[in-house]
């Protein structure tokens, strides 16, 4: 949904979908995305990417392998991501909702406080 700045996730990991919201730089990338596929379909109502989740998977282990990466797998995208929700300043409950985290405990594991950030909010 471009006017409220969110995306609606279908099929998720839990099978629970979920609306998340988007940044502007996410949201221009997507926009660019989908008038890249030159397609006549409103823009509302096309599928943004046109690729399974297996052969993306593939692809990504062909890549790793072609680039000599070394013990680096699909999730640790997903950790650096959720780390860097942190490193925002979002909340544990603010990430949750953005990641679909529902233990709490589990999400704790994406932590990575430094205490230099602590100091400088405590002023």
């Known amino acids: 949904n471009f006017s409220k700045q969110t995306l609606e996730i279908g099929l998720t990991k839990t099978g629970k979908p979920r ?5 502007s730089r996410a949201l221009k990338a997507l926009k660019e995305q989908l008038r890249a596929s030159e397609r006549v379909i409103p ?3 096309q599928p943004i990417f046109q690729i399974t989740g297996s052969r993306l998977f593939k ?6 392998e072609e680039v ?3 013990n680096f797998r699909w999730h640790d995208l997903r ?7 942190f490193e925002k300043g979002l909340n544990m ?3 949750a909702s953005i990641t679909g985290h529902e ?7 994406y932590t990575h406080i430094k205490p230099e950030t602590l100091v400088a909010r405590l002023g």
Request: net charge neutral; charged share 35%; no cysteine.
């Open 43 to 45: 823009i509302e109502e």
């Open 59 to 64: 692809d990504f282990q062909k890549l790793r």
């Open 79 to 85: 950790h650096e991501a959720t780390a860097r929700l």
């Open 93 to 95: 409950m603010e990430v």
């Open 19 to 23: 609306t998340i919201p988007l940044s």
């Open 103 to 109: 233990d709490l405990k589990m999400l704790k594991r």
């Open 68 to 70: 000599g990466i070394i």
